[in-house]
């Protein structure tokens, strides 16, 4: 399965491989197995080499993309590579493959040598600072004259805080500070857990999760605890199954093909470390106490808590095997969907529905079980009918590869490939929301000419394979500059629908000037959505500071979307903000943010999201028909 990437990757290689001969700092030569995530951070390297060079940058979104590829992938490359499947992840053609198979096979590639021999080994170590790109490290470390790889980090705080930074053209104060405050950042994150994005740790386990299903004693396979709550970021991964035969279930996980090696094996589960360096852990259960163990093993911990509360009002104790009688006349309940064992004085639940309506409530979903008010709302029925997936029939963030010589990266799939992938998932319409051109490399006559060309392309395309039938909206991500305005000429306004628009620079300004600059923006008449809108990054960037209250304010009195944006590394608007923005009567737009037609399957993400903020269908504009969103799309 492939996934798009996380921007602005920061990621720590882990320690203690030599290199043969390289020196300090190099990660080409190794003694052993390469996994994923390093052989991803050396093509970032090659990719980073190539910006330096000046290189064409096709090149440099080749390595890009073949990078996120691997990295995301749930099969580690030297498996694929042993299998003669390189080529079948999305971005690595011949070349590349067989780059990585001399990589995989003798430890180095002499091209790569070539290329980052050219480049001041200091360079690469400061490419895992928040917010540095290839151009910002080349130069300060040219201009501080930092010779040590091993030491560059410590060499470039150093030099921020004695003030030598600042001195440098083109950087000053401001620029020094920011540069200190993202090697605090850096720091922090050596120290916090190693999480991944919910979609990442998704596609691990669903192929575990698949892997255990073939199992001819697997009765019901889940997810447990965060994964299964849908948390925007998770830890290790935890699976639960329901089995009469517990051995040989526990003996067919142990044999997973992607195990690196045994943790722990007991009668009642067992623990695994992936090839990945994830760590997952199997619980199961006999069929009537499935449902009890699903429940308490999902959490939250605090949902529990209250729980068990309102089990002990009814003289129950609630624990992972079902709930215990705590006096005879508890013992004499009749609670549908429960057995009761007289030995144990215990009631068992194959299923968590029974649990939950043993207490007088409605079923709630795992996504809301934070403690937040859903205990006293399922049991008092009102628990509000959340959204899902199906109730999806369109999506209007999305990127394709028409090239208008973006401000961002490209897309992968042509308008055809969209919206054909679109026709096979039952949508009504897509819009595509390519990033505006580039400002500063294109005169205002440019652009107009560009938005003109594109427009009339993908009205042909359109006209062209009326057989596939998905409505097209032809739209436009645009930035929003730091003083309010979109980077789009006001002619160009003429060649779109409607547009996204969205921060992606300049994060640093106060939360008054953030507002103002997001609300001036939202101003323009064909602004409608506010585009991955606290513009965070899980693991690698806090969101900046909006004044929500304003936000919400303007959206609903001048009919605005908020996006809830399911690419991997944002799920943004976080759950907490959607629950907000949908107490203001905000509406919100659910979208994938796609570069490739495979994108477009991380929708279920979003929804996760708009769950976790407990909201409805009505809340959510893309579950509207056509015509609907039409009216509203284009309405001035």
């Known amino acids: 399965m492939y996934y798009p990437k996380i921007l602005d990757y920061q990621d720590d290689i882990r320690s203690g491989y030599e290199g043969q001969g390289m020196g300090d700092g190099c990660f080409l030569c190794y003694t052993r197995f390469m996994n994923n995530r390093e052989i991803a951070k050396l093509l970032r390297e090659i990719a980073a080499s190539y910006v330096i060079l000046s290189e064409d940058r096709f090149r440099i979104i080749a390595y890009g993309r073949a990078a996120d590829s691997i990295e995301k992938s749930t099969v580690e490359a030297e498996q694929l590579w042993k299998e003669g499947k390189l080529t079948s992840v999305p971005g690595i053609g011949g070349s590349l493959a067989a780059h990585l198979g001399e990589l995989l096979k003798t430890g180095k590639v002499k091209h790569f040598e070539d290329i980052k021999s050219k480049i001041p080994e200091a360079v690469f170590p400061l490419l895992d600072i928040p917010g540095f790109g290839a151009k910002k490290a080349y130069r300060l470390v040219s201009e501080l004259k930092l010779d040590n790889a091993k030491n560059a980090i410590k060499d470039l705080s150093a030099a921020a805080k004695s003030g030598k930074i600042a001195s440098i053209e083109g950087f000053g104060n401001k620029s020094q500070q920011d540069i200190l405050d993202a090697l605090k950042r850096l720091k922090e994150g050596q120290v916090k857990e190693n999480r991944m994005p919910l979609p990442y740790a998704g596609a691990i386990a669903d192929d575990i999760l698949s892997y255990l299903s073939k199992c001819e004693y697997t009765l019901q396979a889940e997810f447990l605890g965060s994964l299964r709550r849908r948390v925007a970021t998770i830890g290790d991964i935890d699976i639960a199954v329901s089995t009469r035969n517990p051995k040989e279930v526990v003996d067919w996980f142990l044999a997973y093909p992607q195990k690196e090696k045994q943790v722990e094996k007991g009668t009642a589960g067992a623990t695994i470390l992936l090839k990945s360096g994830r760590q997952v852990d199997l619980r199961v259960q006999y069929p009537g106490r499935f449902g009890a163990m699903l429940q308490y093993f999902t959490g939250s911990k605090n949902h529990n808590i209250h729980l068990r509360e309102v089990a002990l009002k009814k003289r129950l104790s609630l624990s992972e095997y079902g709930m215990k009688a705590l006096s005879k006349e508890a013992e004499m309940y009749k609670l549908t969907g429960a057995s009761y064992s007289k030995k144990e004085k215990m009631f068992e639940f194959p299923d968590e529905k029974s649990l939950y309506r043993a207490l007088d409530m409605q079923y709630i979903p795992p996504e809301m079980r934070e403690d937040t008010g859903e205990i006293e709302a399922a049991g008092t029925n009102k628990l509000p009918d959340i959204i899902g997936l199906s109730d999806i029939k369109g999506e209007l963030h999305i990127h394709s590869n028409y090239d ?233």
């Open 404 to 636: 208008l010589e973006p401000s961002h990266d490209l897309g992968i799939s042509s308008l055809k490939e969209i919206l054909t992938t679109a026709k096979s998932m039952n949508y009504e319409y897509v819009g595509i929301s390519d990033h505006n051109p580039s400002v500063s490399k294109h005169t205002k006559e440019d652009v107009v000419h560009i938005m003109e060309r594109r427009k009339h392309e993908f009205e042909h395309i359109m006209l062209s394979n009326k057989s596939i039938r998905v409505n097209l909206f032809i739209m436009m991500e645009i930035d929003i500059l730091p003083d309010g305005k979109l980077a789009l000429p006001e002619e160009a306004f003429n060649y779109i629908d409607a547009a996204v628009v969205s921060i992606h620079s300049g994060f640093t300004i106060g939360t008054g000037m953030m507002t103002k600059r997001v609300l001036s923006a939202l101003s323009h008449p064909k602004a409608k959505i506010l585009g991955h809108p606290t513009g965070r990054l899980l693991g690698k960037r806090p969101g900046y500071d909006l004044d929500w209250q304003q936000i919400f304010k303007f959206c609903f009195e001048n009919n605005k979307a908020i996006e809830i944006n399911s690419y991997p590394d944002r799920l943004d608007l976080p759950d907490s903000l959607v629950r907000e923005a949908i107490k203001n009567r905000v509406k919100l737009v659910i979208d994938t943010d796609s570069h490739d037609k495979e994108h477009m399957s991380l929708m279920k993400y979003g929804v996760s999201v708009a769950r976790r903020g407990w909201a409805k269908k009505d809340d959510i504009l893309n579950t509207l028909p056509y015509n609907k969103v039409k009216d509203w799309l284009l309405k001035p």
